[in-house]
């Protein structure tokens, strides 16, 4: 049973609709969510940026929405002003030059690019990569098991994923720490120093412009020397799409794990009969209650609120509602995961669910690429903190949690914990049962 405290009266704005965007929003957006899926499933906003776009509430509708080859990628089909449009992405990715990536272009060259990068998430090398994930890890719990405390996101939830990255990039160790900065320049949102995204986005740029030319003169095993060799021969990759499919590959692969595990750890211990199962299940040495576990925290309270931006290339009708060419539209993808059209009881966190064909990754030709590696570090994370601190709890209150703000990614600023402290050699054997 869910024990998230009950706000069946979000506030409201003028007109009766809930008020979107406020920190009380942030905190908990499915009641508000909720009245929109049922007295206006396809809602025109203005976003905290000033843009208007319409929200996708319902299951039924974001899933057709999001396969739906009339609303590109494309930020040039925004209908308003090119400043406009720049309030769209991701900041200072225009100026740096970094905009051909797979959140913004359509078919053809999409399909060129996807099929390039998906060979770096094939199940087969995701699956040689577990023995890594799993140690990283036990190394980021090493560095604080024998304080008793630490706060989640920054010790393990943020470091995990960026590492893995940089490793399956190809950047070096001794580079990562750089990258670990301006990862979490990115990740603070409003929360850094004004332009701080754009400046770590344009270090970044500099940088992957100059870590290809040394892949192309020194390749590797790596994802970047994948794309210099697949460039090299006959595909038209060029140095500037190279580096944008490296900086989105970190960009929208690193927070949505972070927020994976920030959020899904909560939840866990927001739940004790749901956690208490999927211990007992990892201690027989189980992990069917762990993979289904892991899909149920995705639709729950999932990273990512709404999928990537949309732009109507033509007028269509969504929901009920005419959409004009050049309009922005954003699937919720945490609204429609809380459908009860399409999910019994959908506040309630199951982790035996097994009718849960939720959109937590998206659908259709932008379904997320790297959801098998997100899982991976997912479910090896989950497991271990469980099994190495058994009596993990939360440090303080629930209320005086805060959620960073954004739009499109949903997740923790921070996650104190307390438990007993423990032993950096007694390493997990997680790794066995995934």
């Known amino acids: 049973m869910n024990d998230t405290p009950a706000c069946p009266h979000p506030s409201t704005a003028p007109g009766g609709a809930p008020e979107l ?52 990628k494309n930020p040039a089909n925004h209908a308003e002003s090119p400043h ?50 799993q140690e990283l890890t036990d190394r980021l719990i090493d560095e604080f098991i024998e304080e008793g405390k ?19 990039l190809g950047v070096p ?40 030319h040394r892949k192309r003169e020194n390749p590797g095993d790596d994802l970047i020397s ?72 995705l639709r729950f309270d999932g990273p990512v609120e709404m999928a990537t931006w949309r732009y109507a290339t033509e007028a269509l009708t969504l929901g009920g509602e005419e959409i004009t060419a050049g309009d922005p539209v954003l699937v919720v993808l945490a609204a429609a995961d809380r459908d009860p059209e399409r999910f019994a009881e959908p506040d309630t966190l199951d982790l035996a669910r097994r009718d849960n064909q939720h959109l937590g990754y998206g659908h259709g030709i932008h379904y997320c690429l790297g959801a098998p590696l997100a899982r991976l570090e997912g479910q090896t994370a989950l497991a271990t903190l469980l099994r190495r601190l058994p009596d993990l709890r939360l440090a303080g209150e629930p209320a005086d ?20 402290p423990g032993s950096r050699s007694e390493r997990s054997d997680t790794l066995s049962t995934l």
């Not at 210099?228 to 490296?246: P, S, V, Y």
């Not at 989105?248 to 199962?277: D, K, S, W």
């Not at 949690?401 to 007993?420: A, H, K, Q, S, Y």
């Open 150 to 168: 630490a706060d989640l996101i920054h010790d393990l939830a943020f470091p995990l994923p960026i590492y893995a990255i940089c490793d399956l």
């Open 226 to 297: 994948g794309l210099i060799r697949a460039g090299d021969h006959g595909e038209h990759l060029t140095e500037n799409e190279a580096a944008a499919m490296a900086f989105i590959i970190l960009f929208a692969g690193f927070e949505t794990t972070v927020n994976l595990i920030g959020n899904g750890t909560y939840a866990l211990l927001r739940h004790p009969e749901q956690r208490a199962r999927l211990e007992a299940s990892l201690a027989a040495g189980e992990s069917a209650l762990l993979a289904t576990g892991i899909e149920e925290l």
């Open 401 to 420: 949690l805060r959620w960073r703000g954004g739009l499109i990614m949903r997740g923790l600023r921070t996650l104190p914990v307390e438990f007993e």
């Open 173 to 212: 160790q001794e580079d990562q720490g750089d990258f670990r900065d301006w990862a979490g320049m990115m990740i603070r949102h409003g929360g850094g120093p004004r332009g701080g995204v754009a400046r770590s986005v344009k270090k970044m740029r500099g940088y992957l412009a100059e870590l290809i």
């Open 21 to 72: 965007f406020t920190w009380e929003f942030a905190t908990d957006p499915y009641p508000a969510y909720a009245w929109l899926r049922e007295h206006r499933p396809v809602h025109r906003t203005a976003l905290p940026s000033g843009v208007e776009a319409w929200l996708v509430t319902r299951y039924g509708d974001a899933k057709q929405a999001l396969a739906d080859a009339r609303l590109s």
């Open 84 to 133: 406009a449009r720049g309030k769209t992405g991701i900041p200072g990715e225009r100026k740096a030059e970094l905009m051909t990536h797979l959140l913004n272009i359509d078919p053809p060259d999409h399909t060129r690019l996807r099929r390039l990068v998906s060979k770096a998430f094939t199940p087969r090398r995701v699956a040689e990569f577990a023995p890594r994930v």
